[in-house]
């Protein structure tokens, strides 16, 4: 169990273009989360996923992001035409169904659009 | 609507004071979870404790402890003879009780910057 592997861990794109993270979550939790967390503030809930289904999205989902999980394992989060306003930390979690001590989060992907 | 509030935006101390981390929630939800994280300078969140709001029962764990108090919706976090590594910025967070298919999202207040200078 290496934990929850986020790639990259930073990116620096321009705007108007598009972008994809990586989330790898602790192999048996069925429960896979994305957060976005901006300068000063507390994450905020952007989606979930329960095995391969996706089944709740925040109002902050803008329809230029997306995320999956084919198989209900590792996950992607990619925004489309990105803007400045979408710099932030990009966090994944997951956890158990069951079992639910906190989610185990990872380290975070750090977005800069220039 | 639930909300979390974290009205201490930074709070710096010299080691070996004690520090405590105000919380106070807000959810009309009569069963519900409570949550403290900590961040480091890496950025992982690092889940501390979590509570549920039918233990209202004080916890210690070493130098960390938390006290739940549902009459005023607070859950406040004390750092007993605190540490330079205690330096973090520290994150309380509230969920719905856990569903079958529900997200059980954390909602999150917006954290206290804690510095403890040696």
């Known amino acids: 169990d290496t934990g929850v592997s986020q790639d990259p861990r930073h990116k620096i794109t321009k705007r108007g273009q598009n972008v994809t993270f990586r989330c790898d979550p602790i192999?048996?939790?069925?429960?896979l989360y994305w957060y976005r967390q901006t300068l000063g503030q507390g994450p905020e809930f952007l989606t979930y996923?329960?095995?391969?289904?996706?089944?709740?999205k925040s109002r902050l989902l803008s329809d230029r992001f997306s995320a999956e999980r084919p198989k209900g394992s590792f996950s992607t989060l990619e925004i489309q035409r990105t803007e400045q306003g979408d710099s932030a930390m990009y966090l994944c979690?997951?956890?158990?169904?069951?079992?639910?001590?906190?989610?185990?989060f990872g380290s975070g992907t750090r977005l800069t659009v220039v | 609507a639930q909300k979390v509030t974290q009205a201490q935006t930074e709070i710096s101390v010299v080691e070996k004071e004690d520090v405590t981390l105000d919380c106070v929630y807000e959810?009309?939800?009569?069963?519900?979870?409570l949550f403290w994280y900590k961040q480091p300078p890496s950025g992982e969140l690092v889940f501390l404790i979590r509570?549920?709001?039918?233990?209202?029962q004080n916890e210690i764990s070493g130098r960390y402890s938390w006290n739940f108090q549902k009459s005023t919706s607070s859950f406040n976090f004390t750092i007993t003879a605190s540490q330079v590594v205690d330096s973090a910025v520290y994150f309380c967070?509230?969920?719905?009780?856990?569903?079958?298919?529900?997200?059980?999202?954390?909602?999150f207040g917006q954290g206290t910057r804690l510095t403890i200078n040696p």
């Open positions: 979690a997951s956890s158990l169904s069951a079992r639910t001590y906190g989610y185990t």
């Open positions: 967070a509230l969920s719905e009780a856990e569903v079958s298919q529900g997200a059980q999202k954390l909602v």
């Open positions: 959810t009309r939800d009569t069963t519900y979870y």
């Open positions: 192999s048996e939790h069925n429960r």
């Open positions: 996923f329960q095995n391969e289904a996706q089944l709740e």
């Open positions: 509570r549920n709001s039918f233990d209202e």
